[in-house]
């Protein structure tokens, strides 16, 4: 069974860089993304590995957030740099195997799997 388990979450200041983590269990799965979503807006991709070297990131974010993974501990990091209180939002982990365009890698619908989320909330 596959389970995705995202930390790292919790209250920074506008300016901190907190890196979040996603253990990933059951499989390891190549497409991988961070996505997040605000109160009361549309879940949305920020950050996406398709696990061939390829990453992409939401115009948001670009320059700011870097997408990260260790193969080995079968992990998937997000660090992020210079936080904004409108980046405050749940944060998801999601992973799936099915070939994909590299186009469509920030796309919900390409992701079957998904943690339950980690709470970032900063404050200005």
């Known amino acids: 069974q596959v389970q995705l388990v995202e930390s790292g979450g919790g209250s920074v200041q506008a300016g901190g860089s907190p890196r979040l983590s996603c253990g990933i269990a059951g499989d390891s799965l190549p497409h991988r993304a961070w996505c997040r979503q605000a109160r009361g807006k549309r879940r949305e991709g920020v950050a996406a590995?398709?696990?061939?070297?390829?990453?992409t990131y939401a115009d948001s974010v670009k320059g700011r957030f870097t997408i990260s993974r260790d193969n080995a501990k079968n992990s998937l990091y997000l660090q992020m740099n210079s936080l904004q209180p409108e980046d405050t939002a749940m944060y998801y982990c999601?992973?799936?195997?099915?070939?994909?365009?590299?186009?469509?890698?920030?796309?919900?619908?390409?992701?079957?799997?998904w943690g339950t989320g980690t709470l970032l909330p900063v404050s200005s």
């Open positions: 999601a992973a799936d195997r099915r070939p994909t365009y590299w186009s469509r890698l920030l796309q919900q619908s390409t992701y079957n799997f």
């Open positions: 590995d398709n696990g061939a070297g390829s990453t």
